[in-house]
């Protein structure tokens, strides 16, 4: 099993725009569950200390092998989603581990 974690900074500034872009990246990408083989959990939160210093967005995914994973990527739902995304963020960062 691998664990697929991703943190965002989100575009929006304020403490409204970061609530509104982070509920809209999980609606996209939640669902995702169940519809991508390999694809065992998924979810989408939203940092709630610091958020001028820390990342604003955390996704967590656990995969059932790191093919699980890259098939994730390029899969077409997982690109629409990523779409919703990019148009929300500026920095990402990601880390893949065995549990």
């Known amino acids: ?10 575009n929006a500034e304020d403490p409204e725009g970061q609530k ?7 609606a996209a990408l939640e669902p995702l569950v169940g519809q991508i083989d390999g694809l065992e ?3 989408v939160r939203q940092n709630v200390a610091n ?11 656990d ?3 790191i ?4 098939a994730y990527g390029v899969h077409p739902l997982h690109v629409e989603a ?10 990402r960062a990601a880390v893949d581990f065995e549990l």
């Open 41 to 43: 959990r998924l979810t």
């Open 51 to 61: 958020a001028a210093t820390n990342w604003h967005v955390i996704l967590e995914s």
């Open 82 to 91: 990523g779409a919703v995304v990019k148009a929300n963020t500026r920095e």
């Open 67 to 70: 093919e699980a994973v890259a």
């Open 1 to 10: 099993m691998i664990r697929h974690v991703v943190m965002w900074k989100l």
């Open 63 to 65: 995969h059932t092998s």
């Open 20 to 26: 509104v872009a982070a509920e809209a990246m999980a």
